[in-house]
């Protein structure tokens, strides 16, 4: 499984939890260490989306995929 692949096998595993809270994640692309995704429904506007981008989704995609540098959202 490529590091692509891995990504979007966690960003499927993240999204029944935000989804549970309104919101949705979709996978864009990864390029050059960046994961680029956007957040959708109540995470677009949520006050807490950079919290929920860099402290849950980011950290979750770096453990498994180690060669990621960031996570950005593409709004």
């Known amino acids: 499984m490529n590091s692509e692949e891995k990504i979007k096998e966690i960003i499927n595993k993240l999204r029944p939890y935000l989804m549970g809270d309104g919101g949705d994640i979709k996978f864009i692309k990864y390029e050059n260490g960046v994961v680029y995704i956007k957040m959708l ?3 677009a506007g949520c006050s807490l989306i950079d919290l929920t981008l860099k402290d849950g989704i980011e950290i979750a ?6 060669e990621v540098k960031e996570v950005i959202n593409i709004s």
């Open 41 to 43: 429904g109540a995470c």
């Open 61 to 66: 995609i770096k453990e498994e995929v180690p």
